[in-house]
């Protein structure tokens, strides 16, 4: 494979002449990398920002829906003895809002902003493998759909996002509730590993020249190191969900059922395996939103890189070393928990360097405050909050007295909202520009950062005085004489306003989207890649991939700006670098848009709904998807077209 040169653009024909060039090569890229229109378009592209886009929005559908049920049932619980829904619904609500917000919500939604903006951030054209992007999508979506039907069919699963065994057994859950459960697990986990792949070898293999290790954007460093937490984790309750669906729910083995033999507490081991580290999997890209928001608005590159790398490993690394935290309550031994405990407090350290760091960069900086800043400030406090509480719920005695109340309802929210959706606002904020060219109203962003800030402190701070008064979590009401009423009652106000944040929100987006103002390639001064392509992107990304002089790309770009040349134009070629250093490599050919990324994903579908209710499924769904795998890699006409003229090019 030949080397791309890296050249600096020199007036070698006159200005006429050379900008007759620019405009032909910019055509030829637009016909190679245009998908086609139509719905038609919709569904074959292979374009890694419309099928982010996608992404984002479908997780957000999810995390309205979700929301939605936690509307309801704050409404239920705002008075003592109210019946607005009945327990078997209020448990299907609870259920499917949980396993909404961390399986359809947060671990896409950070895939989603990864997919979409890592390309960007590192000057490529396209993720690695644009078809298997695609398949996770259409994966992720039946999975969702699947979950959400079975809901509003009154059939929901209804055992907790955590499907503890023996309840989730078949001795106590039957019907198909808890199988819709475990098969919507093994759509999205499906989804996650293929987001991972893509991140991981993007990262790696696709980054600009001159875009070593040392150099990576901090959103893209927690990106990779997301992925392979993904990579080690998400497998784990894949494997778990399947044995218990496909074992003991529909063979009949006794893997989770204590008497033949089984052990309960081993799908507690596997679950939270994954558990855990799935709070840092969504947590660790909300810390890189932070890092890139903090040095766009203090108008300096963020202080303590090299820490703040090593801090965000690190937390990769101990993530690990967590689980049973959850399971302090069960009958592990007091000596092993007493390291558990070690490592959740360990934990905390990493954070605390990221937190200095970007104190010191506001302080040193001359900070704007804008709202998506504001919304890094209100992570700030918000997070530091979850933060002490979980803290106390590291401590052996502590977590037993509060273990299962309401108080561990307002440490998990604290944690999720406030280290992962206040700065997904600011990323919302920050990057619609760049996504739709428009520039969202700052007045009503104003607004939906001031309702959502104080909904979550309404909301949330009050259930830590709810649990320390002994109210247990899950359950749809209460007696008038446990004193509960009037904080529910708070909790609940406090949830409507959160609703309302959420619709000054979508207010704000409808309008904006194609009538705000227009935002240009870089309305923030941004440092990254991303601000030099075009508002929106076009379909290859860059006409001229960058060559990267320094950590904040765009700030440290000398005068004469030297790019790549020698990518063919008449097909979808992307550059190949090395590993460490992203020195040119080699060329690759991109494959072109098809419809078998989609007739996989739905083979998959059929494949895993099957096997709800038979094992047979497992032979019947693997011819069907063992047709469009075939197809997968079977090169078309306009492929094998290209494929002979770049020989015949080689021969002359």
Not at 600 to 614: E, N, P, R, S
Request: with cysteine.
């Amino acid at each position: 494979m030949s080397e791309p040169p890296i050249d600096r653009p020199r007036d070698v024909l006159a200005p006429d002449s050379a900008a007759a060039a620019e405009e032909r090569e910019r055509l030829e890229l637009e016909r190679s990398w245009r998908g086609r229109p139509g719905f038609w378009g919709w569904l074959t592209t292979t374009d890694h920002k419309r099928i982010g886009l996608r992404y984002i929005i479908t997780a957000f559908v999810f995390f309205l829906l979700a929301g939605l049920n936690a509307a309801l049932m704050r409404l239920q619980l705002a008075r003592p003895e109210s019946h607005i829904v009945g327990p078997d619904r209020y448990d299907q609500l609870f259920t499917t809002h949980g396993t909404a917000m961390m399986f359809l919500f947060a671990v896409p939604m950070v895939i989603a902003l990864g997919l979409y903006f890592v390309p960007l951030m590192i000057g490529a054209r396209n993720v690695a493998f644009p078809r298997l992007n695609a398949y996770g999508y259409y994966t992720y979506l039946i999975g969702g759909i699947l979950l959400f039907v079975q809901l509003y069919l009154n059939s929901g699963p209804d055992t907790g996002w955590f499907a503890y065994v023996p309840l989730s057994g078949p001795q106590f859950s039957p019907g198909k509730r808890v199988d819709t459960w475990a098969q919507m697990v093994t759509f999205t986990e499906i989804a996650g590993l293929v987001g991972a792949v893509e991140i991981i070898v993007t990262v790696f293999k696709n980054r600009a020249p001159g875009m070593s290790l040392n150099r990576m954007p901090l959103f893209v460093w927690t990106e990779l190191v997301t992925a392979f937490m993904i990579l080690f984790s998400l497998p784990w309750v894949a494997t778990g969900s399947t044995i218990l669906l496909a074992g003991d729910r529909l063979v009949g083995t006794h893997f989770f059922n204590p008497a033949e033999g089984g052990d309960a507490l081993l799908w507690q081991h596997v679950f939270w395996f994954f558990g855990h580290p799935e709070v840092y999997i969504v947590f660790l890209p909300a810390l890189g939103i932070v890092s890139e928001v903090v040095q766009s608005f203090a108008r300096r590159e963020v202080f303590g890189y090299p820490a703040i790398v090593l801090s965000t490993i690190a937390t990769g690394f101990l993530a690990f070393g967590l689980w049973v935290h959850h399971m302090f309550a069960t009958t592990v031994p007091q000596l092993g928990a007493s390291f558990f405990t070690a490592a959740s407090a360990m934990i905390t350290i990493p954070t605390g360097v990221q937190f200095f760091c970007w104190i010191a960069t506001i302080w040193t900086g001359r900070p704007r405050f804008r709202v998506p800043f504001l919304f890094i400030l209100g992570f700030f406090a918000t997070f530091l909050i979850g933060g002490l509480s979980g803290v106390m719920i590291a401590s052996v005695p502590f977590d037993i007295q509060v273990h299962d109340s309401f108080f561990i309802v307002a440490h998990l929210h604290y944690v999720l909202l406030g280290g992962m959706v206040f700065p997904m606002f600011a990323g919302f904020y920050y990057w619609f520009p760049k996504a739709t060219g428009r520039m969202l109203d700052e007045g009503l962003g104003r607004l939906h950062f001031a309702l959502w800030f104080i909904g979550v402190n309404l909301t949330f701070f009050p259930m830590h005085y709810l649990g320390l008064e002994g109210m247990p979590r899950r359950v749809y009401t209460y007696l008038a004489a446990t004193g509960w009423g009037p904080l529910n009652l708070v909790a609940s106000l406090g949830a409507a306003t959160i609703a309302a944040s959420v619709v000054a929100f979508l207010v704000n987006a409808a309008r904006c989207w194609r009538g705000g103002r227009l935002a240009g390639a870089d309305p923030w001064d941004g440092p990254s890649l991303e601000w030099l392509a075009a508002s929106p992107p076009r379909p290859y990304n860059f006409q001229h991939i960058p060559v990267v002089q320094g950590r904040a790309a765009l700030w440290e770009r000398s005068p004469d700006r030297p790019v790549v040349t020698g990518l063919r134009t008449d097909m979808r070629e992307v550059l190949v670098t090395t590993l460490l250093d992203a020195a040119p490599d080699s060329r690759h050919r991109h494959p072109e848009d098809t419809i078998v990324p989609f007739v996989a994903a739905l083979a998959t579908g059929v494949l895993f709904i099957t096997l709800m209710f038979t094992p047979w499924a497992v032979v019947v769904g693997s011819v069907c998807l063992f047709v469009p795998l075939i197809l997968w890699g079977w090169p078309d006409r306009r492929e094998h077209t290209l494929e002979l003229r770049e020989s015949e090019e080689r021969a002359a």
